[in-house]
């Protein structure tokens, strides 16, 4: 299997593939047939949830347990269309790919073997991608890596190649909130690369990851994350699959009282579902997998103040997400408290994988620290958050946690 990078191509050894985008938010995945002059013939050639086949061209909906894909029939496509791209955008309204790069699968559609990966790199504010295209070269078919984003959505993507958006589609991620409008352009997208005949070449890598700045692995060591950086938890090219422990620590304000603050983990199925909370009330969860260490009731004292022991191994398959929140039951507010931060650890060596110090607070009585997703490769990483919740208790904070998945 190939792993590609942006700009990259490979031929295609069988005329059915299909194109799956994963990602640890939900998607929505879509196909667009372009002719030689990079737009769609009509409305029709717009293959999506709500109108989920066209010439040669089908949408697969993954049910909110797999990933939706694009299947390209190369023999049924018509005549005149040089290129199927395949384009992607959070479900939720606003959300950005910052920290939640989606990884998209080239297969063979009948035997669902894989034939190349891609995963764009450094995503910032973009809210929709062209994630991947297979087109025509000289009477062959071949699959090139985009990664093409744009800052307004759906709807930019879809105008720019032609579609007619008067209203938004259904199932379609949001169009902006204010529409450009300078005529006689309709929508016009604010690409992050030009888009592309030939795919737009990668930008230099930055010497260390800017806030927000996309996911990194354990290879180098420890991590320090900052709010919003996603890290995966792949060491040596193998995921992390054994006991790990979240560690959440605080300290009271300069000269503040002792505060009661009380660290929680939330459970969550592929479809957002709440599994169970894991909290001072209530130690052990799934079957043992998720284990708290107790409440701790100042806040005083070096190390963590709280410990979590997750057991990546033993978790049960529907558990796909873990929020870790912490709450002060006694109505303190967060800028009363001082050098809060969350660190994943092995469990067996007590080595420091990962660490998160909130540098910043508000006048709220929850924050939702850092989330543990599972991707569907079967590897787990954790995102920083630092979002503030108004909820005294981990009840409060569950809706607002499967929001953040």
């Known amino acids: 299997m190939t792993a590609m990078t942006p700009g990259s191509n490979i031929p295609l050894p069988v005329t059915r593939v299909a194109v799956d985008v994963a990602a640890p938010v939900r998607l929505d995945v879509s196909g667009l047939l372009l002719t030689a002059d990079g737009k769609v013939r009509s409305d029709d050639d717009f293959i999506f949830y709500n109108q989920p086949s066209g010439p040669g061209v089908t949408y697969r909906s993954g049910g909110g347990t797999a990933p939706d894909a694009i299947i390209?029939?190369?023999?049924?496509?018509?005549?005149?269309?040089?290129?199927i791209v395949v384009t992607a955008s959070p479900d939720a309204a606003g959300q950005t790919f910052q920290g939640i790069e989606p990884t998209a699968t080239i297969r063979n559609a009948d035997d669902g073997s894989a034939l190349a990966t891609?995963?764009?790199?450094?995503?910032?504010?973009?809210?929709?991608?062209?994630?991947?295209?297979?087109?025509?070269?000289?009477?062959?078919?071949?699959?090139?890596?985009?990664?093409?984003?744009?800052a307004n959505g759906l709807a930019g993507i879809a105008t720019d190649f032609g579609v007619s958006v008067d209203e938004e589609p259904a199932q379609a991620a949001p169009a902006p909130a204010q529409a450009p409008t300078p005529p006689p352009a309709p929508v016009t997208p604010a690409p992050v690369a030009p888009p592309a005949q030939a795919a737009p070449a990668a930008p230099p890598a930055p010497p260390a990851p800017a806030p927000g700045a996309?996911?990194?692995?354990?290879?180098?060591g420890?991590?320090?994350?900052?709010?919003?950086?996603?890290?995966?938890?792949?060491?040596?090219?193998?995921?992390?699959?054994?006991?790990?422990?979240?560690?959440?620590?605080?300290?009271?304000?300069?000269?503040?009282?002792?505060?009661?603050?009380?660290?929680?983990?939330?459970?969550?199925?592929?479809?957002?579902?709440?599994?169970?909370?894991?909290?001072?009330?209530?130690?052990?969860?799934?079957?043992?997998?998720?284990?708290?260490?107790?409440?701790?009731?100042?806040?005083?004292?070096?190390?963590?103040?709280?410990?979590?022991?997750?057991?990546?191994?033993?978790l049960p398959a529907?558990?796909?997400?873990?929020?870790?929140?912490?709450n002060s039951f006694s109505g303190q507010k967060f800028?009363?408290?001082?050098?809060?931060?969350?660190?994943?650890?092995?469990?067996?060596?007590?080595?420091?994988?990962?660490?998160?110090?909130?540098?910043?607070a508000e006048p709220q009585t929850g924050v939702m620290m850092a989330k543990l997703i599972k991707q569907f490769s079967g590897e787990w990483e954790m995102?920083?958050?630092?979002?503030?919740?108004?909820?005294?208790?981990?009840?409060?904070?569950?809706?607002?946690?499967?929001q953040a998945l």
């Open 72 to 83: 390209v029939d190369t023999a049924a496509v018509p005549p005149g269309i040089e290129k």
């Open 118 to 150: 891609f995963t764009p790199p450094r995503l910032g504010t973009e809210t929709a991608l062209v994630v991947v295209e297979v087109y025509l070269r000289n009477g062959a078919w071949k699959a090139r890596a985009v990664g093409q984003g744009y």
């Open 214 to 220: 996309g996911k990194i692995n354990l290879d180098k």
């Open 222 to 314: 420890r991590v320090n994350l900052q709010k919003n950086q996603t890290v995966s938890l792949v060491k040596g090219g193998r995921p992390l699959l054994s006991q790990v422990k979240m560690g959440l620590g605080w300290e009271p304000a300069f000269r503040g009282k002792d505060i009661d603050l009380d660290a929680s983990v939330i459970a969550y199925g592929p479809q957002r579902n709440h599994l169970d909370s894991c909290y001072f009330g209530k130690l052990t969860i799934l079957g043992g997998a998720v284990k708290h260490s107790g409440d701790n009731l100042t806040g005083e004292g070096a190390g963590d103040d709280e410990v979590i022991v997750v057991d990546l191994g033993r």
């Open 318 to 326: 529907d558990a796909t997400g873990l929020v870790f929140t912490v």
């Open 335 to 360: 800028t009363e408290v001082a050098k809060a931060y969350c660190r994943l650890m092995d469990a067996a060596t007590g080595e420091e994988l990962v660490r998160f110090d909130l540098t910043s």
């Open 383 to 402: 995102t920083a958050m630092g979002e503030f919740v108004k909820s005294r208790t981990v009840r409060g904070m569950v809706k607002p946690a499967a």
